[in-house]
């Protein structure tokens, strides 16, 4: 077997059935198979998703162990020379998974790679080059020098943006949402850190493949992340999760080097948690607030690219939704104050995932401030980035 690929769900069924259609297209005529690690999802996941995906391997945990613990199942139970972990919020170019498979082929020594990922608006997702968050790089990132000096080598160097964004490169950190892995690499360093219930564990894995006298590399293959779609960024548990993993990677590989300087560390860690909890919840209260005193608010606008069955089975989704829905031919019929772009997931005529990705991408290089869509017709879903409906 040439690639493993390993999704953890946990009640993102609708993001992972599409995730799951564009991987399907994307490993034509390679040797691979895929594995999904359901953490005792409450939304019908897997009987949803095994009608559609016959190919694909189930494991169903009784509770949620985590993101660390469940891949670390199937990849214990997989044995291809690759291993890819991949988030259940993504979209995958057709040509992705060739790309990078032949990329490590070339490049014995890569013990990970990472690729260009974009956000759900189109643009460049900074994490998919990451530097090690040393105590002086995590304190650039604190101070905003590494918002104001992103191309700086030293003060920038969080997300490597004196790298080129469209070249290969090589980085320290390599996200999870998708992990290519050499399993020689894996037998070496050992597999993910289960003290990591969810966030940390990539860069924890990185740093231990950098260490093992291997290289993690960037190439700029695309795909999407929705990027929060399978967690609640603005609840006390991610908050929690987020900052007490930045705790154990700091006090597992660091303490000892910068024993100095623990304490600051530590302090600053928890009051960067407490400014995150108090910015978020802040963020939504305004909101709200915002919402109550408006008398009213204009529909969002949402443009369909798609066949004439899939946009007459969208208008009253939409409708229902107070969603304005327009149906465009060409791309270049956008209006500027559109909300959406809108595509087409299923059946003959629907375009292909890379063509998605790019018009987004270039929308957001013109300035047009939409977001992706997608109305799987099979489903009669339509999937936005904060909402769905059926």
Not at 302 to 325: H, M, V, Y
Request: hydrophobic letters at 40%; proline letters at 4%; glycine letters at 8%.
């Amino acid at each position: 077997m040439k690639l493993s690929i390993i999704i953890v769900n946990y009640n993102v069924k609708h993001y992972l059935w599409q995730c799951l259609d564009s991987v399907r297209r994307a490993s034509k005529g390679l040797e691979m198979d895929v594995w999904v690690v359901d953490n005792a999802s409450t939304d019908g996941s897997i009987p949803f998703l095994q009608k559609d995906f016959p190919e694909v391997h189930f494991i169903a945990n009784n509770e949620n162990v985590g993101f660390s613990k469940a891949n670390n199942i199937a990849i214990r139970q997989s044995s291809g020379e690759y291993v890819l972990l991949l988030n259940p919020d993504t979209l995958v170019a057709e040509d992705c998974l060739h790309a990078c498979v032949a990329f490590m082929q070339c490049h014995p020594r890569c013990g990970a790679l990472g690729v260009h990922m974009i956000n759900r608006d189109g643009s460049f997702a900074l994490e998919s080059r990451r530097g090690l968050p040393t105590p002086a790089t995590s304190f650039y990132k604190v101070t905003g020098l590494c918002r104001h000096y992103p191309t700086h080598p030293r003060f920038g160097r969080y997300y490597m943006g004196h790298l080129a964004e469209y070249a290969e490169g090589r980085i320290e950190v390599i996200s999870g949402a998708f992990m290519m892995l050499r399993r020689e690499a894996l037998n070496e360093v050992g597999l993910l850190d289960e003290d990591y219930f969810m966030y940390g564990e990539d860069i924890d894995l990185s740093y231990r493949i950098g260490v093992g006298g291997w290289e993690c590399w960037y190439v700029p293959q695309l795909i999407l992340h929705y990027k929060g779609e399978s967690t609640q960024n603005t609840s006390l548990r991610y908050i929690h999760s987020f900052y007490n993993a930045m705790l154990i990677f700091f006090r597992k590989h660091f303490a000892k080097r910068y024993w100095f300087s623990w304490f600051l560390v530590e302090v600053g860690v928890l009051l960067m948690g407490m400014m995150s909890f108090v910015r978020n919840y802040g963020y939504l209260l305004f909101r709200r607030i915002r919402e109550f005193f408006q008398k009213s608010t204009p529909p969002e606008i949402l443009c369909f690219k798609g066949s004439d069955d899939a946009w007459t089975a969208l208008q009253p989704i939409c409708q229902r939704a107070g969603i304005e829905a327009l149906r465009i031919a060409s791309l270049d019929g956008i209006p500027a104050h559109a909300h959406y772009l809108t595509f087409e997931i299923s059946g003959n005529k629907r375009p292909d995932y890379r063509e998605m990705l790019e018009a987004l991408s270039q929308s957001h290089q013109q300035g047009l401030k939409v977001h992706l869509g997608t109305f799987n017709l099979q489903n009669k879903t339509l999937i936005l980035p904060n909402d769905i409906y059926c």
